[in-house]
């Protein structure tokens, strides 16, 4: 037996020495990444050396300078190893990230360099242009009144609608046509409704196009479609769901956030909440099933206050009303959600409207590109409730998170608190409050560490004021949350030379928009094996 070991040891000693004096034979090799587009997947691949090898790939956060001067684990946001020389990524990293990848062998000698990083925002053609998802051909014309409706441009604050009388002699460009009719940037949805019966045509064009908070065009207007029109077809003006749980497969959060396409003439609406579906679809009067209402000023959206946390099917319907409360139209059609214990057994997410959801300043957390949990690996419920303090979480543990028991809580809480003047050492108390509970009642509690803020935006959307002790507290708060047991410190990869938040991360200073939800989610995952385990 000793007689192999020492052959095998020889062996391997042999084989060490030869890669350490052959390793100048490979200071030329640098690996060649080649991409291929497979439906929502990215496959990378790259040329091989001339010796048996294993690869090291590299994602990286920010812009390729910022990270070449910093150490390669201080924005790098994941790493894998594998034998093969190609990998697929899905689409859930951030546009900003940058891939590279290095050749090993097979006792870690590096063989060569790292190949030229690739950008991800190199590889994906980014979708701004509108594309419209409700049609009226002459075969099925619109009524008098038309719902539009078309999908979202990634980044876009709101939208500018133009109807036209003839096709635009500038298809997809950024200028207005002269075949205009009308024209409107109060459009806060990827969808509008409007009366066409008073321009007296039986076809007319329209077309939209994404703006930024500032007003100014992102991408290029869409293809101009058109519409064709039959003025005595009966029709129902009711608001159209524009909720997007469904389509993500996530179950809906707690604290429902529903979403609606506006009609003409509504100033408010009222949302019904049922317990069965509504025995008068589409009517006028409430349900008998009824089990909530509300009256929202808000044109496109309700935000829940109660927690829905008894199990059951839920039924959801909108309809709009006058200045006098008066109904205009009729209600939407019901939309079912189902609560269920089991959707939060494993991991759920617990904090403010960070984890809620919602960003780019006119989503709401239905609007699921702009939640993190849809860019997770594993299932999660969301907890999350806006608005929430460190000091509101620690008030609801106990009835928003205990009768789902989930065996891992990711938390993230004290941002609102911070801002507005709280003390860290209260936002301190709260969270490790909340520590204490979810140990005692069996739950690992997942601390992430509070981004940073952006004080001067914050100040411009939402006209609000920020503590100027502000990045003091954060740094107390973050301070003590890398000495929990279980944490994953994003903050940094959040941080400008400032220490503030960078706008293309979140344009309220706030929320993350889609780059920074994508990033959170893939930090959490890139850590997940580690606090889990």
């Known amino acids: 037996m000793r007689k192999y070991i020492s052959i095998i040891l020889f062996l391997l000693l042999a084989l060490y020495a030869f890669e350490l004096s052959s390793a100048s034979r490979f200071g030329t090799y640098a690996p060649v990444i080649a991409v291929e587009r497979l439906q929502n997947r990215l496959c990378f691949s790259w040329s091989k050396p001339s010796y048996p090898a294993y690869y090291e790939v590299e994602v990286f956060s920010g812009s390729r300078e910022h ?5 390669s684990d201080a924005t790098r ?74 999908s979202p441009v990634a980044g876009a604050v709101y939208y500018e609608f133009e109807l036209l009388s003839a096709l635009p002699e500038n298809p997809n460009g950024t200028e ?30 329209w077309r939209a196009r994404g703006l930024d908070f500032n007003g100014n065009p992102i991408g290029v207007f869409s293809d101009a479609e058109e519409i064709y029109i039959d003025n005595l077809q009966p ?23 529903y979403e609606w396409i506006p009609i003409p003439g509504a100033t408010q609406y009222e949302v019904e909440l049922t317990d069965h579906p ?47 409360g008066h109904a205009v139209g009729v209600y939407s059609d019901a939309e079912a959600y189902t609560v269920d214990f089991q959707s939060g057994r494993y991991a759920a997410t617990f904090g403010d409207s960070i984890t809620h959801g919602g960003g780019a300043v006119s989503y709401s957390p239905a609007d699921m590109e702009y939640s993190f949990q849809k860019y997770l690996s594993f299932p999660a419920l969301n907890l999350g409730k806006s608005g929430d303090t460190s000091e509101t979480m620690l008030y609801r543990f106990e009835h928003d998170v205990l009768p789902f028991h989930p065996q891992f809580l990711l938390i993230m809480g004290g941002t609102n608190s911070l801002r ?63 000495q929990q047991r279980y944490v994953i410190d994003i903050a ?28 959170m989610g893939q930090l959490i995952n890139a850590n997940w094996s580690r606090v889990t385990r």
């Open 67 to 71: 990270w070449q001067l910093l150490p």
């Open 77 to 150: 946001i994941t790493r894998y190893r594998t034998l093969s020389n190609n990998i697929q990524l899905d689409n859930s990293f951030p546009e900003s990230a940058f891939i590279r990848v290095s050749a090993h062998s097979l006792l870690h000698h590096p063989l060569g360099t790292y190949s030229e990083p690739v950008a991800f925002s190199s590889l994906r053609q980014a979708n701004l242009k509108p594309a419209p998802t409700l049609h009226y051909p002459a075969s099925a014309p619109a009524p008098s009144t038309a719902m539009l409706s078309w």
């Open 176 to 205: 207005h046509s002269r075949f205009q009719l009308l024209v409107t940037r109060d459009v806060f949805s990827n969808g509008h409704s409007l009366d066409i019966s008073r321009f007296f045509r039986d076809k007319v064009y």
């Open 235 to 257: 029709f129902l003006l009711r608001p159209l769901s524009n909720t997007g749980y469904a389509a993500a497969n996530l179950p809906v959060p707690i604290y429902p956030v």
């Open 278 to 324: 509504p025995e008068n679809p589409n009517g006028t009067y409430p349900s008998e099933h009824r089990i909530w209402t509300s009256i929202v000023q808000s044109r496109y959206d309700c935000y829940d206050e109660n927690p829905r946390i008894s199990p059951g099917t839920y039924y959801w319907r909108v309809r709009g009303l006058d200045e006098n």
């Open 420 to 482: 507005g003047g709280v003390p860290a050492e209260e936002v301190i108390h709260d969270l490790a409050t909340i520590r204490d509970k979810c140990i005692r009642n069996g739950i690992r509690p997942i601390f992430l560490t509070l981004p940073p803020i952006n004080p001067d935006a914050i100040a411009r959307v939402f006209q609000e004021e920020t503590s100027p002790e502000w990045k003091e507290q954060f740094a107390l708060v973050n301070a003590f949350l890398r």
């Open 492 to 519: 940094p990869f959040f941080m400008n030379a400032d220490g503030d938040l960078p706008p293309h991360f979140a344009v309220d200073g706030l929320h993350m928009d889609l780059e920074g939800k994508k990033l």
